[in-house]
T-cell receptor
Framework: KAGVTQTPRYLIKTRGQQVTLSCSPI?????VSWYQQTPGQGLQFLFE???????NKGNFPGRFSGRQFSNSRSEMNVSTLELGDSALYLC?????????????FGPGTRLTVL | EDKVVQSPLSLVVHEGDTVTLNCSYE??????LLWYKQEKKAPTFLFML????IEKKSGRLSSILDKKELFSILNITATQTGDSAIYLC??????????FGTGTRLKVLA
């Protein structure tokens, strides 16, 4: 069974640009969560999607948005990039609601904002 | 505000030592407590705990949850250099959120 895949793996952008990251969950998984990981803050929850609906959102500004498609694939968008957005963005999928099911993480997308 | 606190922040031991990693949590409408191991990239799942007092074991690793005192511990016996990693603790809540601690960085010396 293929694991969680994320594309691209690495990305370099400049301030003010926008970026879209993609996540394909494990086949059959309906929940996708996104996290930002930085050395100082650790893993911070961005949002979770379940059956194309956003279930919850972390404490991030509106520049961070996402969506989920009918095949459970998810995209995350960050607009008007800032230097502080440089981080590893991790996607995780689970079979059902994440509160009751273990999450499986993808390899992440390393975003660098110059 | 929901939070998960891990201690110690970092730890250096020698091969063969036993280590205990701590995780305390304050989470509204608690659902479960999870442990992950992160080496270079994505965290990999170790344990999910939902009931107090029931130890989960996998080889040299074990974990237990105390829902009264709101903490969990992860034990690693007979440590090996391959155990060197960041160990993350996370709690899930009824609002579908995962709240992660900042992790314990474990280094095992040969």
């Amino acid at each position: 069974k293929a694991g969680v895949t994320q594309t691209p793996r690495y990305l370099i952008k400049t301030r003010g640009q926008q970026v879209t990251l993609s996540c394909s969950p494990i086949s059959g998984h309906r929940s996708v969560s996104w996290y930002q990981q930085t050395p100082g803050q650790g893993l911070q929850f961005l949002f979770e999607y379940f059956s194309e609906t956003q279930r919850n959102k972390g404490n991030f500004p509106g520049r961070f948005s996402g969506r989920q498609f009918s095949n459970s694939r998810s995209e995350m968008n960050v607009s008007t990039l800032e230097l502080g957005d440089s981080a590893l963005y991790l996607c995780a999928s689970s079979l059902g609601q994440s509160s009751y099911n273990e999450q499986f993480f993808g390899p992440g997308t390393r975003l660098t904002v110059l | 505000e929901d939070k998960v606190v891990q201690s110690p922040l970092s730890l250096v031991v020698h091969e063969g030592d036993t280590v205990t990693l701590n995780c305390s949590y304050e989470v509204t409408n608690f659902r479960s407590l999870l442990w992950y191991k992160q080496e270079k990239k994505a965290p990999t799942f170790l344990f999910m705990l939902t009931s107090s007092g029931i130890e989960k074991k996998s080889g040299r690793l074990s974990s237990i949850l105390d829902k009264k005192e709101l903490f969990s511990i992860l034990n690693i016996t007979a440590t090996q250099t391959g155990d060197s990693a960041i160990y993350l603790c996370a709690s899930t809540s009824g609002t579908y959120k995962y709240i992660f601690g900042t992790g314990t960085r474990l280094k095992v010396l040969a």
